[in-house]
């Protein structure tokens, strides 16, 4: 059993903060004795005395804004997050005056202070928002909208209802459960438990939180394997874990205490968020240092037969949702009008002399750096597949779509292990399982690593 400290991205933002309060300081100070638009009467004061202080100050700052729970409710900037900062703010000018009032060996310039509260107050305002900006570019997910379903109408179930609908308004809540006679106007009630596959489709759920009774464990059961097969994140309330055999996980969701059933790798904890910091520097790195190559492959498909150079493609990602994968086009531009959706195989007619070659080497692949900076894949997670087969193997193949809790990748486990073109998708799913449940940043690093030397010394893409 592990347990899950989600704590790094609110720790990065307190000190982004307390930083940024440190430069304000500085700026203050500058201005108020070196930018010349302020007479100075008493001399220029020695800036690594202030400098001391100011750290003092940030300090006190990051205190006040970790210990208030001022980041607790995520990165977006809404004006409940702005009164808290300025609340906040202001708290600390307060005790700064408390200070100053019994600690009189530094004369701290007045001017300067005025100028830094506001200074403060208005800069730490727009930081912020430009912070929250800066990371639903970099990572969407976090900030889609959570359409979570509680099954149980019962005292339970209303608790986490009211405890969720009280700690985060961004929420879409809903309820399923036997009777909705007792339930309050205010909740949300979809209907009976029978209804359970129809209203998760109807109303795009991605998060259920099971609350029933004890005595409905096989329902819970079946909502588990449904959960399952259509890649949905489920979590229990603790009196019903004994009921389930897979790995577990004790987590929270928006303050709500719940047992989490298998790998769920929050997109706020220390490694995933190190995971997509790391995808989007790799990627813009290499989108710039294999510029030339692109422009060679560019020539060598125009000049065989005057086609498009790029081919996009519907396929499944994280969560279930479908994006465009780019791709060098590698097959003639007809080569499934008749067929339809076919896989390629060793030594397929329908390839290109140029795409034979990038087939091989895998260069083909490359275009895929572009999906990794949006935001739509990682440079490892499981191989996306099209919408069509993914349709084909949830339907027979257990847990299929638990390979989607994680970004799909350029490369992952299964293609580091052989498998790849024709070898068994069931082989593959095993592989990808694998991963998904005991992912770890370092596990990213070896696929890399092993990624790397299998293209450099034994080529078997086709």
């Known amino acids: 059993m592990r347990v899950n400290k989600n704590t790094f991205s609110g720790a990065l933002a307190s000190f982004l903060d307390a930083f940024a309060i440190y430069f304000i ?12 638009l302020i007479d100075i009467n008493k001399g220029i004061p020695s800036f690594q005395t202030y400098s001391n202080a100011f750290i003092f100050i940030s300090m006190l700052f990051y205190s006040i804004f970790v210990f208030s729970g001022q980041y607790q409710k995520g990165f977006r900037f809404t004006p409940e997050y702005s009164w808290l900062l300025s609340r906040n703010i202001f708290y ?15 004369n701290f310039s007045r001017l300067t202070v005025s100028i830094s509260f506001f200074a403060i107050f208005i800069f730490l305002n727009i930081f912020s928002y430009l912070r929250a900006l800066f990371i639903q570019m970099i990572m969407p997910n976090l900030f889609k909208r959570s359409n979570i379903l ?7 179930g209303l608790e986490i209802y009211q405890n969720l609908k009280n700690s985060n308004d961004s929420l879409n809540l809903s309820m399923i459960g036997p009777s909705s006679i007792h339930l309050p106007s205010n909740f949300n009630y979809l209907g009976p438990l029978n209804n359970f596959k129809q209203i998760t489709q109807e109303h795009l759920i991605n998060e259920v939180i099971i609350a029933l009774e004890d005595k409905e464990e096989k329902k819970a059961i079946q909502i588990v394997e449904e959960c399952e097969q259509k890649g949905i994140h489920f979590s229990v309330v603790p009196d019903l874990f004994e009921i389930i055999t897979s790995k ?15 790998s769920r790798h929050d997109s706020l904890s220390m490694q995933y968020t190190l995971k997509i910091f790391v995808d989007r520097l790799l990627s813009a790195i290499s989108l710039v240092a294999l510029f030339p190559l692109f422009l060679i492959i560019y020539l060598m498909i125009k000049i065989e037969d005057g086609g498009p150079v790029f081919y996009s493609q519907e396929r499944v990602g994280l969560n279930g ?16 009008d008749k067929s339809g959706p076919t896989w390629a195989i060793k030594g397929d007619t329908r390839w290109t002399k140029a795409g034979t070659f990038l087939r091989k080497t895998s260069i083909d692949e490359l275009p895929q750096l572009w999906n990794v900076l949006i935001g739509q894949m990682s440079l490892v997670g499981a191989r996306p597949e099209r919408p069509f087969f993914v349709n084909q193997f949830k339907e027979k193949i257990p847990g299929y779509m638990i390979r989607h809790r994680m970004p799909v990748g350029i490369t992952g486990w299964a293609q580091c292990n052989g498998l790849r073109g024709q070898s068994s998708i069931e082989d593959r799913t095993t592989y990808d399982l694998h991963y998904v449940e005991n992912w770890s940043f370092i596990l990213d690093i070896k696929i890399l690593f092993q990624t790397v030397f299998k293209l450099v010394f034994i080529q078997s893409g086709y």
């Open 248 to 262: 577990v996980e004790i987590g929270a969701i928006h303050g709500v205490p719940v047992i989490a059933i298998g």
């Open 25 to 36: 300081l500085s700026f203050s100070f500058y201005l108020r004795f070196y930018s010349g």
């Open 321 to 336: 949702e479908t994006f465009k994968m780019y791709k060098f086009r590698s097959m003639r531009t007809d080569a499934e």
């Open 150 to 156: 509680i099954i149980g109408t019962n005292t339970r």
């Open 92 to 106: 600390g000018f307060l005790l700064l005056t408390s200070f100053a009032f019994f600690y009189r060996d530094f």
